[in-house]
């Protein structure tokens, strides 16, 4: 297996315009995560999906993040308007179980995408 | 809330040195514990990991973690570190019971091996 993927790996975009960033899970894996990595926070959990539901988007931090898993094999996040303060490495994971980070699972993390926002 | 605490944000060691890095959480139950690696400009890579048992858990590239529950402590160490090492530690908390898939990072400790 590939392994998690996202796109792209960078983005750089200007303050108000809509941003999409897009994570193909590990084949098999049920349940899906977004995490925000910033110097300032560390890695903060944005969202999960388990069996392409959200189950928990606490984390997310506005309105303005949305996040949305249409079939086992895509998610997307979106940020409209995008602000400088987003800008950061996103990180999607995935793992395999019955729910969330089951009890005997690890998650397998993305490349992540940069985002800048300018 | 419960949180994880990295004590250390940047260590610098020579080689061969050995290494202790230190992770401490705060939640009374039942955890399962981790320890991500992150290369520089890589994602994040599963170093070893804790569920039950043996409370020293050896991981990859000759790390070893010891869960200390009285200490609610997760400790990470390798006895001599190499160039290769150089890398941002993460310690990561799974609460059973809790939020399921709210897997709790600590900040990072960023490790620099002196060739």
């Known amino acids: 297996d590939a392994g998690v993927i996202q796109s792209p790996r960078h983005e750089v975009t200007e303050m108000g315009q809509e941003v999409t960033l897009r994570c193909k899970p590990i084949s098999g894996h049920n349940s899906l995560f977004w995490y925000r990595q910033t110097m300032m926070r560390g890695l903060e959990l944005l969202i999960y999906?388990?069996?392409?539901?959200?189950?928990?988007d606490s984390g997310m931090p506005e309105d303005r993040f949305s996040a949305k898993m249409p079939n086992a094999s895509f998610s997307t996040l979106k940020i409209q308007p995008s602000e400088p303060r987003d800008s950061a490495v996103y990180f999607c994971?995935?793992?395999?179980?019955?729910?969330?980070?089951?009890?005997?699972?690890?998650?397998?993390f993305g490349q992540g995408t940069r985002l800048t926002v300018v | 809330a419960q949180s994880v605490s990295q004590h250390n944000h940047h260590v610098i060691l020579s080689e061969a040195a050995s290494l202790e890095l230190g992770c401490n959480y705060s939640?009374?139950?039942?955890?399962?514990l981790f320890w991500y690696v992150q290369y520089p400009g890589q994602h994040l890579q599963l170093l070893l990991k804790y569920f039950s048992g043996d409370p020293l858990v050896k991981g990859i590239k000759g790390f070893e973690a010891e869960f200390i529950k009285s200490k609610f402590s997760f400790n990470l160490r390798k006895p001599s570190v190499q160039w290769s090492d150089t890398a941002e530690y993460f310690c990561a908390v799974n609460l059973y019971g809790g939020s399921q898939g709210n897997l709790i990072f600590g900040k990072g400790t960023k490790l620099s091996v002196k060739p």
């Open positions: 939640y009374g139950g039942t955890v399962n």
């Open positions: 999906f388990n069996n392409n539901v959200p189950i928990d």
């Open positions: 994971a995935s793992s395999l179980g019955p729910g969330g980070f089951s009890w005997n699972t690890e998650a397998f």
